[in-house]
């Protein structure tokens, strides 16, 4: 220990980023030590912030050198404890590595670094045409290297995909220090094995992601926002269907809501229904006419659901002002849920097909095991994703809640597996799916996945115990 009781390694720390990029106050060590999952107790031992890859590539190396595990972070919006430092680690926040190179408009790509916001790099490209066409609610806070390393889905994925098919290149630290330059700039690079899409998903426990070279697309055009009341879920996935091979338009995305996400919203923006009647579900479609602009296919489209009875209520808005709201009520469900009180999330994903089987099967057997429990239901369903939030009843004290939710998890795990679903499909595993990973991933798969974090991170330190467990220094 030095003079003022610090381990050794800690004081070189500050002489690398320099006294303001290493803080070891409560208030910090507080807010940096946790995601948005609000579980577990954040207790790391400080954390670092450098301004460039090579002061990463230092502290890593010194990190190994001094056996001090280090936990990646991000914007840390996560919802599965991916981010969270409770054992003493070293948080590594990438938040000041903000640069926005330039747009490369003809190769359609721009480099930028880890720490810069998703909104950001939106309203970098957009002077160009273009854009990153990865967003969900959280743009505005999420960074773009925790939207790689957890491969973040998002409300557009029915049109783009995940975040994996928009990374051309990364550069990526490894636990000891050494940097990979991962593909660089190219569209094509047929030379083995694609080390990128390894890291790609990896939720930090393999390398440490400094920068990134994405690829681009052209801004939508300006698009038509629709809110439309359906009956269920399986009215809401022949709606999808529709939607889907309609002619004059694309799907830019389809987002599913129940009416109690709906009533929690509209309470607490002190808004009334933009509908005239309830409906125990809603979907909203958002529709990108074609270039040159459309001939009123969209209104045509939404006449013939009202015609057929697939749809029972809708307002399609008339202005750029109308499709915000439209969007808020959807997007704002996660926040407010929060505000309201203490829920239990899960983020899963069944095959499309197999979404109204699933959900039937789902709600059936909370009610049986679970009566006291309400259930708050919404996602991106155009591509199998559902938000499952279960809120604490208030007759349960909090441990009690969280100790039933267990046996709440293990339900809906199994029924996930029986109709070939994944237990996470945006946050990814960190700690609060870690128990759970076998549901979805078989004997072979996890033995693949220990050798490769063993190859690249020996000692485990590189966000330990996410995903995997750690024991002694060694991965398990």
Known sequence: MTANGSPPWLELARAILGEDGLLTDPASLESYGRDWTKV???????????????????????????????VPSGGRTGLAGGAVAAQGELVLSLERMRTLHPVDPIARTVRVEAGAITQAVHQHTAAHGLTWPI??????????????????????????GLTRQWVIGLQVVLMGGEVLELNGALEKNNTGMDLRQLFIGSEGILGVITEATLKLAPL?????????????????????????????????????????????????????????????????????????????????????????????????????????QLWSLRERISETLSKRGILHKNDISVPVAALGDFTA??????????????????????????HVNVMKPAHLEKAEFFARCKGTDALLFKLIRAHGGSISAEHGIGLLKKPFLHYSRTPAELRIFRGIKQALDPEGLLNPGKVFDRIEGVVS
Do not use: K
């Open 40 to 70: 577990y107790a954040p207790a790391p031992c400080a954390i670092a912030l450098p301004r460039t890859t090579a002061q990463v590539s230092t502290l890593l190396r010194l990190a190994h050198t001094h056996h001090v595990p280090v």
């Open 361 to 386: 099967a789902m709600m059936e057997a909370f009610q049986g095991a679970y009566p006291d429990f309400e259930i708050f239901l919404f996602g991106h369903v155009g591509d199998g994703n559902l």
């Open 220 to 324: 939508p055009r300006e698009s038509r926002v629709a809110l439309l009341a359906v009956p269920d879920l399986r009215a809401a996935l022949t709606l999808f269907g529709a939607a889907r091979s309609a002619q004059g338009f694309e799907l830019l995305a389809f987002e599913y809501l129940t009416d109690l996400c709906l009533d929690v919203v509209l309470g607490e923006l002190g808004l009334t229904s933009p509908l005239a009647q309830r409906s125990p579900a809603y979907v909203l479609v958002e529709l990108e006419p074609p270039e040159g602009g459309g001939d009123g296919a969209e209104d045509r489209w939404l006449e013939g659901l009202f015609a057929t009875g697939l749809v029972s209520d809708g307002v399609l808005a008339e202005s750029l002002a109308q499709s915000r």
């Open 135 to 160: 967003d969900f609610a959280s743009s505005g806070s999420s960074q773009v290297g925790g939207n790689i390393a957890t491969n973040a889905g998002g409300v557009r994925v029915v049109r783009y």
